[in-house]
């Protein structure tokens, strides 16, 4: 028990690392290749932001362990909107901008009724993967066109000035994105090892413990970031980020999985985590067009989504 909680906090602590890194590295070899700094802004936000989720729930999908990788998608999703919105509003009330508000968010809740439609069937099929796969290299299409129509859109402007406020040398951003890359997959096949050592040991189920630690843990670097964000006054980007970051692990990470390793889904997760992940994304969408918010998510529905996450949770750990 003891070498899979190491291994779980080892494998955590360097996925949150070099996702970092990797997607430095490779945002600064897409910019000396000649990207546009838009385009590249938006994979650092779909990509960079699931890359723990996407290698991890990869490893676990080959490895047998299928539902981790469900729990881990589903998961974040989940943490991302109570957690890390909860707590990113409490500290400051986030922008809701109007294109978001009139484009991402109805896309984000019609992702979410689509991948639970697929799972309806208990089964998670091939093509059900490959729906998901072609939705959301559809939507990126769709994205850039967006964005390349609207040059004066705020959030693609923040995502600009991010991008380019990371810069390093053509040597150190090839060195980046080649050990990043590397130590993603070691450090995520070491937290899926160790946390399926932990569901073993405690009799939980894998569904469990993507749902809780691995999700948990993946969607950490977010949250210390968004914080930090919060703190400076700059939190305008973090709705766009969750936003970004649950379609890709709806349709990408979910989908990735299924292609790997097709699978039954269990009812636990079509009854009470598949209305779990629509509904915080439905009281989003609420609360972003709520007259008394005036385009943006309060401290009082920030205090509610946290609570919703925490008792979801709760609720996790004492049934489990």
Same mark, same amino acid.
Request: aromatic content about 6%; glycine content about 10%.
């Given at each position: 028990?003891?070498i899979?909680?190491?291994?779980?906090l080892v494998?955590l602590?360097?996925?949150?690392?070099?996702?970092?890194?990797?997607?430095?590295?490779a945002a600064?070899?897409?910019?000396?290749l000649g990207?546009?700094?838009?385009?590249?802004g938006?994979?650092?936000?779909?990509?960079?932001?699931s890359?723990p989720?996407?290698?991890?729930s990869?490893f676990?999908?080959a490895?047998g362990?299928?539902?981790?990788?469900?729990?881990?998608?589903?998961?974040?999703?989940?943490?991302?909107?109570?957690?890390?919105?909860?707590?990113?509003?409490?500290?400051?009330?986030?922008l809701?901008?109007?294109?978001?508000?009139?484009?991402?968010?109805?896309?984000?809740?019609g992702?979410?009724?689509?991948?639970a439609?697929?799972?309806?069937?208990?089964? *998670? =099929?091939r093509?059900? &993967?490959?729906?998901?796969? %072609?939705?959301? /290299?559809? +939507?990126?299409?769709? #994205?850039? $066109?967006q964005?390349?129509?609207?040059?004066?859109d705020?959030?693609?402007g923040?995502?600009?000035?991010?991008?380019?406020?990371h810069? *390093? =040398?053509?040597?150190? &951003?090839?060195?980046?994105? %080649?050990?990043? /890359?590397? +130590?993603?997959?070691? #450090?995520? $096949?070491?937290?899926?090892?160790?946390?399926?050592?932990?569901?073993e040991r405690?009799?939980?189920?894998?569904?469990i413990?993507?749902?809780?630690?691995v999700?948990?843990?993946?969607?950490a670097?977010?949250?210390a970031?968004?914080?930090?964000?919060?703190?400076?006054?700059?939190?305008d980007?973090?709705?766009?980020?969750?936003?970004?970051?649950?379609l890709?692990?709806?349709?990408?990470?979910i989908?990735?999985?299924?292609?790997i390793?097709?699978?039954?889904?269990?009812?636990?997760?079509i009854?009470?985590?598949?209305?779990?992940?629509?509904?915080?994304?439905?009281?989003?969408?609420?609360?972003?067009?709520w007259?008394?918010?005036?385009?943006?998510?309060?401290?009082?529905?920030?205090?509610?989504?946290?609570?919703?996450?925490?008792?979801?949770?709760?609720?996790?750990?004492?049934?489990a």
């Amino acid at each position: 028990m003891l070498i899979a909680a190491s291994a779980t906090l080892v494998g955590l602590a360097a996925l949150a690392w070099s996702a970092d890194r990797f997607v430095e590295g490779a945002a600064a070899v897409a910019r000396y290749l000649g990207m546009a700094p838009l385009l590249v802004g938006m994979l650092i936000i779909g990509f960079g932001t699931s890359a723990p989720e996407l290698v991890v729930s990869a490893f676990a999908a080959a490895g047998g362990a299928p539902e981790i990788a469900f729990g881990n998608a589903l998961g974040s999703n989940i943490a991302n909107i109570g957690l890390i919105l909860g707590v990113t509003a409490l500290l400051s009330p986030v922008l809701v901008h109007k294109g978001v508000l009139r484009k991402e968010m109805p896309v984000l809740l019609g992702v979410t009724a689509l991948a639970a439609a697929l799972m309806l069937d208990k089964e *998670l =099929s091939r093509v059900d &993967a490959v729906v998901l796969v %072609v939705l959301l /290299l559809a +939507l990126i299409a769709w #994205s850039i $066109r967006q964005s390349r129509s609207a040059p004066d859109d705020a959030l693609a402007g923040d995502v600009e000035a991010e991008v380019v406020a990371h810069h *390093l =040398s053509r040597r150190a &951003a090839w060195t980046w994105l %080649v050990a990043g /890359l590397f +130590l993603l997959v070691i #450090s995520s $096949r070491v937290l899926v090892w160790g946390a399926v050592g932990i569901a073993e040991r405690l009799g939980w189920s894998d569904l469990i413990i993507g749902l809780t630690v691995v999700a948990i843990g993946t969607s950490a670097p977010e949250l210390a970031s968004s914080i930090a964000a919060a703190r400076k006054g700059e939190n305008d980007l973090a709705l766009g980020n969750i936003i970004g970051s649950n379609l890709f692990n709806t349709l990408g990470v979910i989908g990735l999985a299924g292609l790997i390793a097709p699978a039954a889904v269990s009812p636990e997760l079509i009854t009470r985590d598949l209305p779990v992940v629509f509904g915080l994304t439905a009281a989003l969408v609420v609360f972003a067009v709520w007259p008394l918010a005036r385009g943006r998510v309060s401290r009082i529905e920030a205090g509610l989504l946290l609570l919703a996450f925490c008792g979801y949770m709760g609720a996790l750990l004492v049934f489990a």
